[in-house]
């Protein structure tokens, strides 16, 4: 006799109550976002209004002014982010690491990547700005500083995993504490590393657009300047070379990567890995 | 013992690695100066010019004293914090509800093991990945322009992008599902759709629960933020705040924030080891 399997999604009982929490929440969101049926009815028509304006993308006079331009500024404003982060996070993950730094010393730093890791660099930067002023190297800076956290805490674990053999081959010779690490840890862990710093500046390329909407240079502000200004086949331009960029960039440096990782700059079916990575990177982890 | 040991001969570096190190460091430094970080500046951290507010209380070494002591009861007012936060949470939770429901169909369009036929395979990749592709601020700062200041363009913004993203997560684990009971299906005589929902979806089900939450933590952080081009939620108020120099109000906000984070994303930690 055959017996049918059990269905595995949960019970009925387990389903209706996640249904009813889910649709509870539901409710109580849309309360709050005052919401009419005439505004929702007309947003979409409203969007698509603003579509059609953008096009055709007004090009001749956008890369006049320099929008090609303003989209490398962020990309340069990514970059010196990156480096700074990524020179900050590697000296500080040795000393965040369990193999290596002893106990008063590595909790305060997981702390303090944890800590750093809860503020978002748009909120880094608003500090920031009161600070020094507009300009795209407090925005650099906040992507740096925020980055510090993601990147020490991802370089952490790739230390905590290496294999212990090489640091005691360096000690069996005599080698110091310098040594051990130069010629025992950091060869093990730099591809791993380095294909994080790669990833993190992918984001940070994003970050740094944003982060020209609040004054700190870059793409953000000339998109923020004409849609201030209604000019929405300009917006058009922007909204593609910022597209363009970005896509070449998470391409090229996913290539890199995958050289860097695997060895060949092929695509392999390494998408889910890309995921994970994603996550952490972020700072989330996904189960 | 006769042998004379010999040392390792040192591998040579290759040229092309002195070429990449060169470039790095040259774009690095091209990089950095366009953006404004020469030594000088980094030395005279404080001594910044063309922002004459900054210069003065520089000067006078009283930087600190704008932003502090925190007006506690200002902040801890229901008006001011704790409702715009409220409303934070309310945008994060409607848009993570429509981005990952609307998500679940399409990311098995995207996906090469279920997708319907190879047009709708193309046009929804190409589609999502363009989506994605404009940061979430920039969204939310068009959809502002389009409809309206306030938490409702919030969460139409954060409702793509959230899409956006939460497909891109899934169809990758559908991708890697295993294909055999597909073929069972398929070989059983059902048709598209039901064959997906009986042999595919159950397999991947866990992974959508844990990606939906790991949406709803972004989701957060991105409501905490949107407020600061116009799209409503706790970002508004800081925005406010920062526009009038108040920056002790602002610090006093940033600290609930983090506060929040720190909370939600304990939260989160806890609710996803009980799902695993």
Known sequence: MTTRPTKSLGGPIRKSGVAVVLLVAAVWSISGLDVSLSRLASA????WAIVRFMFPPDFSGEIERGVIGKVLESVYIAWTGTIIAATLSLPLAFLAATNIA????????????????????????????AVTGLGPWAGALAIGLHSVGTLGKLSTEAIESIDQGPIEAVESTGGGWTSRMRWGVLPQVLPTVISYWLFRFEINVRASAVLGMIGAGGIGSELVQQLNFRNFDAVGAVLIVTVVVVIAIDTLSAAVRRRIIAGTSRSSRSGSRDATALSDLTGIKIG | MTAV?????????????????GAIVGFTIFAAAKVGFTLTTVINLGNLPDNPLTDTIWDKGKVWSLFWPIPWDWVLDRHNVIDPLLETFQIAIISSIIGCSLALPISFAMSRLTAPNRPTYFVSKAVMNLIRAVPDLFWAKLLVVAIGVGAFAGAWALSIFSLAVMVKLFSETVDGADPR???AARAAGARHIPAVRTSVLPTVFPAYVAYAL????????????IGLVGAGGIGRVVEAQRSVFQYDRMLGILVIMFGVVIIIEQVSVAIRKRLV
């Open chain 2, 181 to 183: 009971p597909l073929e």
């Open chain 2, 5 to 21: 040991s010999t040392r390792p001969t040192k591998p040579k570096p290759r040229p092309i690695g002195f070429v990449i190190a």
């Open chain 1, 44 to 47: 979409p028509g409203d969007a």
């Open chain 1, 102 to 129: 002893p106990p008063w010393l590595r909790v305060p730093v997981r702390q303090l990547f944890n800590a750093i890791r809860a503020v978002p660099e748009l909120i880094v930067a608003v500090v920031l700005l």
């Open chain 2, 214 to 225: 790991y949406v709803f933590e972004l989701n957060i952080r991105a409501s905490i933020v």
